[in-house]
C-alpha cells in the first residue's frame, strides 16, 4: 500500500477564489488521480495527473477550472479556481501504485465555498 | 461505457450478525478488477477487498468475503460478525484491465451503500 497525506484537510473559501490542494505519497508511483465527491455523492474522476505532461481530463472538467501539476513521482497539486458554491465537495487524491492494479486514497480535502 | 450499480442505499445488521451488500456491474470487456471500498465518517477510502475477474475463486479477507458471480455480472460482499467500526459507507467499484495508451484506467464507483451496525 501507500501512505499518502493531503493538504489542507479543510477549508472554508469565499466565492471567486482558488484553493491548492497538495497530495503527497511516500513512494514512487506511475499513477495519480484526483477525484471529487459531492455532498451525499459517490466519487468521480477528475482527471489522471500525468508525470511531466498535461493532465488528462475526464469529460465535464476543464483544466482551466481544475489546473493540476505533477512536478515528480511522489507529489501532485490541484487547483479549484474561480470557485462557487457548487464546488463545495470532498477532494480526494489516489494513487496507483507501480506493478499493482489497486488504487489507495489520501484522507481528501473538504471544501466549503460562500 | 462500464456502469457499477447498487441498489441498496441503506443496510442495517445487528452485532454480530452477517450482511451482504449488493453489487451490479455492466461491460462489455473479460478483464477487469472489481472492488470494495469502505468510507467512514473520517471520510478516508478504505481498500477493503478486491478480485480479479480471470480468478474463480471468491476473495476472502478476514470477516470480509465476496460472491462473484461473472456470469451475473454480480459482486456482492458478505460481512461476517459484524463489528460496530463497520458501520460506514461502502462503495463497488470496476477498473478496466486493458491498459490501452491514452486510457485513465479509472475506478467507476456505484452510488453506495449506507451501513448502519446496530449494538
Known amino acids: 500500500s501507500a501512505v499518502i497525506s493531503q493538504k489542507p484537510s479543510r477549508d472554508i473559501c469565499q466565492r471567486g477564489t482558488s484553493l491548492t490542494i497538495q497530495c503527497q505519497v511516500d513512494s514512487q508511483v506511475t499513477m495519480m488521480f484526483w477525484y471529487r465527491q459531492q455532498p451525499g455523492q459517490s466519487l468521480t474522476l477528475i482527471a489522471t495527473a500525468n508525470q511531466g505532461s498535461e493532465a488528462t481530463y475526464e469529460s465535464g472538467f476543464v483544466i482551466d477550472k481544475f489546473p493540476i501539476s505533477r512536478p515528480n513521482l511522489t507529489f501532485s497539486t490541484l487547483t479549484v479556481s474561480n470557485m462557487s458554491p457548487e464546488d463545495s465537495s470532498i477532494y480526494l487524491c489516489?494513487?496507483?501504485?507501480?506493478?499493482?492494479?489497486?488504487?489507495?486514497f489520501g484522507p481528501g480535502t473538504r471544501l466549503t465555498v460562500t | 461505457a462500464q456502469t457499477v450499480t447498487q441498489s441498496q442505499p441503506e443496510m442495517s445488521v445487528q452485532e454480530a450478525e452477517t450482511v451482504t451488500l449488493s453489487c451490479t456491474y455492466d461491460?462489455?470487456?473479460?478483464?477487469?478488477?472489481l472492488f470494495w471500498y469502505k468510507q467512514p465518517p473520517s471520510r478516508q477510502m478504505i481498500l477493503v477487498i478486491r478480485q480479479e475477474a480471470y480468478k474463480q475463486q471468491n476473495a476472502t479477507e478476514n470477516r470480509f468475503s465476496v460472491n462473484f458471480q461473472k456470469a451475473a455480472k454480480s459482486f456482492s460482499l458478505k460481512i461476517s460478525d459484524s463489528q460496530l467500526g463497520d458501520a460506514a459507507m461502502y462503495f463497488c467499484a470496476y477498473r478496466s484491465a486493458i491498459f490501452l495508451r491514452g486510457a485513465t484506467n479509472k475506478l467507476i464507483f456505484g452510488t453506495g451503500t449506507l451501513l448502519a451496525v446496530q449494538p
Open positions: 489516489s494513487v496507483a501504485i507501480t506493478g499493482s492494479y489497486e488504487q489507495y
Open positions: 461491460t462489455s470487456e473479460s478483464d477487469y478488477y
